[in-house]
């Protein structure tokens, strides 16, 4: 039995270790708490077009650079998911994919206006999704092999012409222009991307795509443009890129400012360009999470670097920038989107 001194002195180191204790306890869940969300997590991207078009590219490349800006440095594992253009990915992100933030998509600019004319077949609401950001703002292109006798569009208005329709743009647009401007674009369906419809057209199945990016045009197919095997028919936009001063934009054959403003809401999604998304339904701390980590991502030097090397040009638009662009296209005035809506509920 010890003395009263030795007692004391037990009494007197015990306090400050049982303080120590409770302050530990009180501490070590909060520590926990602030452990990064991602941390030991698989994000998943799913992208939706086929692997080896432009679409793919640009979500492996940026899938390759993220996850530094990401805090808990997930895995990033790419997914291709194709289907009428982006609409089979863009459904299952919508209403299958889990609503936490470990599943995003790149998909289809097309998809931002799509519920407006196939409200059946989309089943999600733009405006409610949450928009990342996009890598790119885009030019669309028609793009016709070497020997087609179309050179113009006033050739197009003449000549009946077969082009791959890969859903999204390449069918979106080709449709339109007949409807509005008195093409003759015979849409090919049924090809699963850009890269297998311009194969087709490299075998002569078809004479053209029309709505391919020039981004995709400079990324892969960068030696066929060189060497002739294809050429630029036209812009399907509402601007010209400043690349290409000398090919004319199809807008400048609408007729009437009611052509004009239909083709101008089929060409509205170009803004937002190649967007990634994540489900309505995740929390507003992840989804800013996802945000900064793409702009970050967009500058960061070593991902600049490697977009250059890969032939890839970047003009990157923020998630909010994207989320205004979406709620603007969702004010279209009724009396427009009920002049396209006929030429494009059936895709042809």
Not at 61 to 81: F, K, T, W
Not at 294 to 323: C, N, W
């Amino acid at each position: 039995m010890g003395s009263a001194t030795d007692n004391f002195a037990i009494r007197k180191w015990r306090k400050p270790f049982i303080l120590f204790s409770a302050f530990f306890a009180i501490v070590q869940p909060a520590q926990a708490q602030q452990e990064p969300f991602y941390k030991d997590k698989t994000l998943r991207v799913i992208v939706g077009s086929a692997p080896g078009g432009g679409y793919d590219a640009y979500a492996r490349l940026v899938s390759d650079h993220m996850r530094r800006h990401i805090p808990g440095n997930p895995q990033i594992v790419v997914q291709n998911m194709p289907g009428a253009g982006s609409l089979v990915a863009m459904n299952h992100i919508a209403n299958v994919a889990p609503k936490d933030g470990t599943v995003i998509g790149a998909i289809n600019a097309a998809m931002t206006t799509h519920p407006l004319i196939k409200p059946d077949s989309a089943k999600f609401d733009p405006r409610k999704m949450n928009w990342i950001g996009s890598t790119l703002r885009e030019y669309h292109i028609g793009v016709v092999r070497e020997n087609s006798p179309v050179k113009t569009v006033a050739d197009a208005q003449k000549l009946e012409m077969p082009v791959a329709g890969t859903g999204g743009s390449t069918t979106t647009y080709p449709v339109i222009a007949n409807a509005i401007l008195n093409t003759k674009f015979k849409v090919v369906a049924g090809y699963q991307g850009t890269a297998q419809g311009m194969l087709a057209m490299e075998r002569g199945e078809v004479d053209g795509v029309i709505g391919i990016t020039w981004a995709s045009i400079k990324a892969t197919q960068a030696a066929a443009l060189r060497d002739g095997k294809i050429r630029l028919l036209a812009q399907f936009g509402v601007r010209k890129h400043p690349e290409l001063p000398n090919i004319p934009l199809v807008l400048d054959a609408a007729k009437t400012p009611e052509d004009k403003a239909a083709l101008r809401l089929v060409f509205s999604s170009q803004d937002v360009g190649r967007p990634w998304v994540a489900p309505e339904g995740v929390p507003a701390q992840t989804v800013a999470i996802l945000r900064k980590a793409f702009d970050d991502t967009m500058t960061d030097p070593e991902f600049t670097a490697d977009a250059a090397k890969r032939k890839l040009d970047l003009d990157p638009t923020s998630g909010v920038e994207i989320q205004a662009v979406v709620e603007d296209i969702f004010k279209t005035p009724p009396a427009v989107v009920d002049r396209i809506k006929p030429f494009l509920e059936g895709g042809q």
